[in-house]
């Protein structure tokens, strides 16, 4: 039997998220005891209530969100096969914080796990930043983030999609963000603030598809990876 490992961070009321973001709102919309009078049984129902912003939790960004471009795909106009597939996940957890990571490093990475990468493979890189951080203010600023070279480095390998464990794969140092750009260019897409401990350093199938909101331009995600 395949093994499914949940890829995807809690979504709470207090959960860090990308600073300009909407936070992350939960209430309780209606009880069982306020349901129950409607029946003439015993039955009653609950329901939560929540806000997110399209690039909250663990979500992938659309092309709108990284193009201006007024013809650029908005999360629900995106392709399925963009969100599943086959896939490694790399560590580059040694990477210092705040600094970037090159193609050197992936190079180093994608030697040391053993693995290989297909043109059309998704790819992961585990920075460890969630398991440091997850639910401090470290997790917004204290990470390694993609360079140039390590943007060259995607496109290079013909990786379809990509992710990592942080709230951008940029370096959050950077003014400049290559690597959002280079998913501009290139149409590449990305996932953030995913959980990729458990499958560092393995190749496994990807399953990712995010919420079809009309217009969004990224998508709140259930990523999983399946591992036999």
């Not at 280079?182 to 919420?211: A, D, S, W």
């Not at 909101?213 to 990224?218: C, Y």
Request: net charge negative; glycine share 8%; with cysteine.
């Amino acid at each position: 039997m395949p093994r499914l490992i949940d890829l995807s961070q809690p979504i709470y009321e207090t959960m860090k998220v990308y600073p300009g973001h909407l936070k992350t709102v939960t209430f309780q919309h209606v009880t069982h005891e306020e349901t129950a009078p409607r029946f003439d049984s015993e039955f009653s129902f609950q329901t939560l209530g929540f806000m997110l912003n399209d690039n909250g939790p663990t979500h992938v960004d659309s092309f709108s969100h990284l193009d201006p471009d007024p013809n650029a795909l908005t999360i629900d106009q995106m392709g399925l096969d963009l969100f599943y597939g086959p896939a490694v996940c790399l560590d580059v957890s040694h990477v210092p914080e705040m600094t970037d990571i090159t193609a050197e490093h992936l190079d180093e990475a994608l030697a040391d796990s053993g693995l290989t990468i297909n043109p059309g493979d998704h790819c992961f890189f585990y920075t460890g930043t969630y398991d440091k951080y997850a639910a401090t203010n470290e997790y917004l600023t204290n990470f390694a983030g993609l360079g140039e070279s390590g943007a060259k480095w995607i496109v290079d390998k013909g990786i379809k999609t990509f992710g990592v464990d942080s709230p951008t794969p940029d370096n959050p140092t950077s003014k400049i963000y290559p690597v959002h750009l280079m998913c501009r260019y290139e149409k590449k897409t990305h996932y953030e603030n995913l959980i990729l401990t458990e499958v560092v350093g393995t190749k496994f199938t990807f399953v990712g598809f995010p919420l079809k909101v009309v217009g969004a331009h990224g998508g709140p995600t259930r990523a999983v990876a399946i591992v036999d």
